[in-house]
């Protein structure tokens, strides 16, 4: 199980933005064949039919049994916050009094509900087949990717979190154990008792927080933040292939400049004819 804190959460979005390639999955981008990601904020929301809008907080990953060879590909289920108040308002309908609803709506459903699931081949770059949620569970192709109608614009979320999992400078991630009362209470219940990993931002300052020169030759008058991205990492015999590498948040420019931080507002005046 991975928790990402709030700060890092906010990257993570962050990062998603510069993910074009959000078909191609490969087996070492993976921060574990299996896992269980939780988000302190929504990572994505859709509004459902009737109006309310859906908090997607989660997402799992790890093989399947509808294909062959598990090993082909990788299979993602995103999970929801329940919508307790929703619960509670059709079991009152079926006469049941306002404690007892509150009471059964948390009996008969956990904290997070399963919401939709996307299937990825690894290696796979084309566009996804959105499949029909009346044909229910069925053997799928290994081949080709297999997606939900409102799965396919998380993938880039899914894939920057993966990257904040694996070893980089502005990170941390530490494995948070049960105290051992605890641990040795579940074990006697038979229940799973593997640490969390929580992936936070490093509070160890950076050796460099200025970039050493400007690649296009242009001259920078101030120094700004960039936030996190990803990019594709030539590697390899002659470099001919790319790999998804997070680069971390620095500041660009002389390190003696004016510092520059805020939005740019361009106004568009138009000037009227009599």
């Known amino acids: 199980m991975f928790y990402f804190t709030e700060d890092i959460a906010q990257l993570v979005q962050h990062a998603a933005r510069s993910?074009?390639?959000q078909w191609e999955i490969e087996p070492e981008e993976l921060p574990a064949l299996s896992g269980f990601a939780l988000f302190p904020t929504p990572l994505a929301t859709y509004t459902?039919?009737?109006?309310?809008?859906?908090?997607?907080?989660?997402?799992?990953?790890?093989?399947t049994d509808l294909i062959d060879d598990p090993s082909t590909g990788v299979w993602i289920t995103f999970w929801s916050a329940t919508d307790y108040s929703a619960v509670e308002k059709e079991l009152r309908r079926a006469k049941l009094s306002a404690a007892e609803a509150a009471r059964y709506a948390r009996t008969l459903h956990a904290e997070l509900t399963w919401d939709n699931e996307i299937y990825l081949p690894f290696g796979h770059t084309e566009a996804p087949v959105i499949a029909d949620p009346a044909e229910g569970p069925r053997l799928i192709d290994p081949r080709v990717v297999v997606a939900g109608q409102t799965t396919t614009a998380w993938l880039p979320v899914v894939i920057a979190a993966w990257l904040f999992c694996r070893p980089n400078s502005f990170t941390v991630a530490e494995d948070e154990h049960l105290p051992r009362t605890m641990r040795r209470r579940a074990e006697?219940?038979?229940?799973?008792?593997?640490?969390?990993?929580?992936?936070?931002?490093?509070?160890t300052p950076q050796r460099s927080a200025t970039r050493p020169a400007e690649p296009s030759g242009r001259t920078v008058g101030v120094r700004f933040p960039v936030g996190p991205f990803v990019r594709r990492q030539a590697y390899g015999p002659g470099r001919q292939l790319r790999r998804r590498t997070?680069?971390?948040?620095?500041?660009r420019g002389p390190a003696d400049a004016?510092?520059?931080?805020g939005k740019t507002v361009n106004l568009v005046n138009k000037r009227l004819e009599d």
Do not use: C, K, M, Q
């Open 19 to 21: 993910v074009t390639d």
């Open 188 to 203: 006697r219940a038979g229940l799973e008792t593997s640490p969390v990993r929580v992936v936070s931002v490093s509070r």
């Open 246 to 251: 997070l680069v971390a948040g620095h500041w």
């Open 48 to 63: 459902r039919t009737d109006g309310a809008n859906v908090p997607i907080v989660a997402f799992s990953w790890g093989p």
């Open 258 to 261: 004016p510092i520059r931080i």
